[in-house]
């Protein structure tokens, strides 16, 4: 059994609100997504917050292993499992890989889509995406878009004939990265397809196996060692390439590795202004992107950040409990009037909240989802 089946089995939840209640604290942090045509199932998704590095070793398991993962609640069983949680080669959390048992492919700039023989809707398997559990309910975000979903881009790929003609083994997932001129991420492919990442058994103990059932993989390249890789991903890489995946295929533990050239496309530069970095990675936290973030020279900034969000959510905390607090009474305050967007935005989450007074963590919350929120800390950013 996995160990996020685990806590399934022992919390032995009756209900959604319970399974919502449970995850989205620490140390999980999760996003939960249902479905009302599905009800018993719940499909989970780390975030930026998410304790990667738990002391707990199956803690620490149990959060890689939400990557879009769906969970049928009720009966306890795994319908749809991508691979796991996996990381930039010089972040904290990298796993280890033993180079001569892997194979280096190329990274797609693309969207992840699961196709599920544990779960049929209409007699075809079930297709989701990282963070919907019906892929034709998940709308594409694009610009004026009000009805076009990733289903409806996959109709444009090989999706059909793969359902249609290939004989899919039960009880599996099959993973997928879609590439669409409507779906760009940062790279932008004049094609239309899918490509064949990996799969793997929905039934304990829930391996990854090198299936080929047709449809294109992504390019795989020959080297000698590990660092052969890092420097051709590193810097032989135009931006028309995000970069290059290592996968041990004895763990199926793998590593990132982005070009420089992609990383600018991010807006991501390891030679700009640290004033510029600071603003960037204010913003990849901003959209939980940070799987983008991972020199080491500037975790610093990145920690700075956190760090400053933290103290003024602490700050405001105390401020919000006093008895003698109203909103009005900041009006015209020298020190909080340029924060009046925080403060309506508390206000608001009150209103949602039968008033209640938010703690530092979630005051913390409100700030960094707010566009441009680094600036809050303008003098900081000065003095850099």
Same mark, same amino acid.
């Given at each position: ?6 806590? *399934?089995?022992?919390?032995? $939840?009756? /209900?959604?609100?319970?399974?919502? @209640?449970?995850? /989205? ?31 707990? &070793? ?57 196709? +599920?023989?544990? =779960? ?26 009000? +009805? ?28 997928? &990265? ?30 990854? =196996? !090198? ?9 795989? *390249?020959?080297?000698?060692?590990? #660092? ?7 810097? &032989? ?19 990132? %590795? ?7 496309? #991010? ?16 913003? #990849? ?26 103290? #003024? ?39 949602? @909240? ?8 979630? %005051? ?11 600036? $809050?800390?303008? !003098? ?5």
């Amino acid at each position: 059994m996995s160990e996020l089946l685990e806590i *399934f089995e022992k919390q032995k $939840f009756k /209900s959604r609100k319970e399974i919502e @209640n449970y995850f /989205s604290v620490s140390p999980f942090f999760f996003k939960c997504k249902f479905d009302e045509d599905l009800p018993n199932l719940v499909l989970l998704s780390y975030q930026i917050k998410t304790k990667f590095g738990h002391s707990d &070793e199956k803690i620490r398991k149990a959060t890689r292993q939400a990557r879009g993962i769906i969970i049928d609640w009720k009966e306890i069983k795994i319908v749809s499992y991508g691979f796991d949680k996996f990381f930039n080669i010089h972040e904290e959390h990298a796993g280890k890989v033993n180079f001569t048992k892997a194979k280096a492919t190329e990274k797609i700039d693309g969207s992840l889509i699961k196709i +599920s023989t544990s =779960c049929f809707i209409d007699k075809k398997p079930l297709i989701s995406t990282s963070n919907c559990i019906q892929a034709k309910k998940a709308k594409v975000a694009f610009k004026g878009n009000k +009805s076009t979903t990733y289903q409806d881009l996959l109709e444009e790929t090989e999706l059909n004939k793969i359902l249609e003609e290939k004989k899919l083994d039960p009880n599996t997932t099959y993973c997928f &990265e879609l590439v669409h001129p409507l779906s760009t991420i940062k790279i932008n492919y004049e094609l239309k397809g899918i490509f064949h990442l990996t799969t793997r058994s929905n039934e304990p103990p829930y391996k990854e =196996c !090198e299936v080929d059932i047709g449809v294109p993989k992504p390019k795989e *390249f020959k080297f000698k060692s590990l #660092l052969e890789c890092y420097n051709f991903a590193r810097n &032989e890489f135009s931006n028309k390439h995000e970069g290059i995946v290592v996968c041990d295929l004895d763990t199926y533990e793998r590593l990132k %590795i982005k070009s420089i050239s992609y990383l600018k496309l #991010l807006g991501v530069d390891p030679n700009v202004n640290p004033k510029n970095i600071y603003l960037k990675l204010g913003e #990849l936290i901003r959209k939980n992107q940070m799987d983008d973030f991972y020199f080491q020279d500037w975790r610093p900034f990145f920690d700075k950040i956190l760090f400053q969000a933290g103290s #003024l959510a602490n700050e405001i905390h105390n401020l919000i409990s006093s008895e003698k607090f109203s909103f009005d009474s900041i009006q015209n305050s020298q020190k909080w009037k340029p924060m009046q967007k925080i403060f309506a935005q508390i206000k608001y989450w009150q209103q949602k @909240n039968e008033n209640k007074i938010p703690s530092p963590d979630e %005051i913390k919350g409100i700030i960094i989802k707010m566009k441009n929120f680094v600036w $809050f800390f303008n !003098e900081e950013l000065e003095k850099k």
